[in-house]
């Protein structure tokens, strides 16, 4: 099993979007590549925007079942990758958008769509590829929020959940 970290704006969303998708195997809400001297930040100090840390979901998928590429292409369906900390009405740092490896064979697979993304929409992409420094979970509140609240917030669009449990998965 592999994994890999997305930061697309708020992650209740982001979370139940890679939920949909065949060969993801496990989610987890929790904050990424903040300042680290900050160590477990909670959701009440990530909130501030002083933490440096996104709100980011960590997901493990079955890399025999569903490849780095299809799952990054359907990061950029899910987000606005020219939208500058900001997706939906969501703004702020822990709303940045980012794709956080940690293995770095992953990185030209990720990069080879950034480039892709980079091409169609002809401005520069706000969307950070790095290598995952840290990452803390959030508190089980956070987890698997939009399951356990039907009516919850979410700036991603029912349709978008429909499109990634209809979508056939790839393997690089």
Not at 39 to 63: H, I, K, L, M
Not at 119 to 133: F, I, T
Request: a negative charge; hydrophobic letters at 30%.
């Amino acid at each position: 099993m592999k994994e890999i970290y997305f930061a697309g704006g708020c992650f209740w969303g982001t979370e139940h979007f890679f939920k949909q998708i065949g060969g993801v195997e496990d989610t987890d809400t929790g904050f990424a590549n903040g300042r680290l001297d900050i160590v477990s930040p909670t959701y009440e100090q990530v909130y501030t925007d002083t933490t440096g840390y996104a709100e980011t979901v960590r997901v493990r998928y079955n890399e025999h079942r569903v490849g780095i590429r299809f799952l990054t292409r359907m990061f950029f369906r899910a987000i606005d990758p020219t939208s500058l900390n900001k997706q939906g009405e969501d703004e702020g740092t822990r709303y940045r958008t980012g794709v956080y490896y940690t293995d770095s064979s992953q990185l030209p697979l990720i990069q080879q769509v950034f480039d892709e993304v980079q091409e169609r929409v002809g401005q520069p992409l706000a969307v950070e590829l790095e290598p995952l420094r840290a990452y803390y979970s959030a508190s089980n509140y956070h987890q698997d929020y939009l399951d356990n609240h039907a009516d919850g917030y979410c700036h991603l669009p029912i349709s978008l959940f429909k499109y990634a449990r209809e979508t056939c998965p790839e393997v690089d």
